[in-house]
C-alpha cells in the first residue's frame, strides 16, 4: 500500500495525501498550505474564509510530514514513502522521514550535494580556551549527484525492465552507488543509496535517494515505483474518484511493493 502525497498550487493551496497500490489509487488527506504573506494578513484570511486553527504557517514539509505520521496512527499500512524533487531539494526532509524510520525514495536537483566517503564533520575550537564552534565543518569537498553521475562508467549502469506496456516493455538504465549525505549541521553524516534513472537514449533523467533499512526492496520495483509515482496523484486529484486512473493503468504491471510518496 502507498501513501502520494502531492502539494497542488494550481488547484488550490493544499497538500494531498494519496494511498495507492499498483493501479489503484484514492485520496485519503488534505491539509491547508497558507504562504506566510496569508498567515501574516488575518484581513485577507477572513475574507477567504480560512478557519482561525488553520491560520498557521507551515511548509510543504511540515504537512506532508503530518499526512505520514497521521495515516501510521490511523493504522494505515505502507511499505516506504516517496517524494518530488520539491521535497528533496535539501536533506531536513529526508533527515525527518529517517528519524522517523520511514523507508523513502525522494527526488532530488541534480545540483543536491552527496559525498562520496564520510565528510567526517567534526567541531572546530575557536580560542586557545578550548570553546568550540556551534557548527560541524569538514575539509572534504561534496559533489553533486550530476557531477558524481558522469563521473561513474557507463558499467555501473544497469537496464532494467519497468513494467509492461500497451507498446511492449519499457525499460530505463539504471545506476545505484552509495553516497553520505550531510546537512553541514549534524556531528554525522547519514549513508544513503544514490538511485539514478534515466531513457535508454539518455535523456529524462532522474535522481533520487533511497533509504532501506530493511534492505529488501530490490532496484527493479524501485525504478518502476519511481517512474509511476509521476502519473498518481496528478491522475488523482483530477479525478477524485480515481476512475480514469484506474482505467487507463490496466495495462500496467503491478508493482511489487508499496510507498507513501510526498510530491510537490
Not at 502525497?5 to 491539509?31: E, P, Y
Not at 491560520?55 to 510543504?60: L, M, N, Y
Not at 514513502?81 to 524510520?101: I, K, T
Amino acid at each position: 500500500m502507498a501513501i502520494l502525497i502531492q502539494a497542488s498550487l494550481v488547484r488550490g493551496l493544499a497538500v494531498f495525501g494519496v494511498l495507492a497500490k499498483g493501479r489503484f489509487a484514492t485520496a485519503i488527506d488534505t491539509r491547508l498550505y497558507l504562504p506566510k504573506k496569508w498567515t501574516d494578513d488575518q484581513q485577507r484570511c477572513n475574507k477567504a474564509g480560512i478557519p482561525e486553527n488553520e491560520r498557521v504557517f507551515k511548509t510543504k514539509n511540515q504537512l506532508a510530514l503530518e499526512i505520514v505520521e497521521q495515516a501510521r496512527r490511523n493504522g494505515v499500512r505502507f511499505g516506504w514513502v516517496g517524494a518530488d524533487a520539491g521535497y528533496g531539494s535539501g536533506p531536513d526532509f529526508l533527515f525527518a522521514l529517517d528519524n522517523a524510520g520511514h523507508t523513502f525514495l525522494v527526488d532530488v536537483h541534480k545540483s543536491f550535494v552527496v559525498y562520496e566517503l564520510d565528510p567526517q564533520p567534526t567541531i572546530p575550537v575557536l580560542s586557545s580556551k578550548g570553546s568550540k564552534a556551534r557548527r560541524s565543518i569538514t575539509g572534504k569537498k561534496g559533489l553533486s549527484v550530476e557531477e558524481l553521475v558522469e563521473s561513474c562508467s557507463s558499467k555501473d549502469w544497469k537496464v532494467c525492465n519497468v513494467r509492461e506496456t500497451t507498446r511492449g516493455t519499457l525499460k530505463l538504465r539504471v545506476l545505484r552507488k552509495s553516497v553520505e549525505v550531510w546537512d553541514k549541521q549534524s556531528e554525522q553524516a547519514r549513508r544513503y543509496q544514490l538511485l539514478v534513472t534515466e531513457n535508454l537514449d539518455g535523456e529524462d533523467r532522474k535522481y533520487s535517494l533511497l533509504m532501506d533499512p530493511t534492505k529488501k526492496l530490490a532496484i527493479d520495483p524501485l525504478s518502476a515505483l519511481a517512474d509511476l509515482a509521476d502519473q498518481w496523484s496528478e491522475r488523482v486529484i483530477g479525478d477524485p474518484g480515481g476512475y480514469s486512473l484506474i482505467r487507463r493503468r490496466r495495462q500496467a504491471a503491478t508493482p511489487p511493493r508499496a510507498a507513501a510518496v510526498p510530491r510537490g
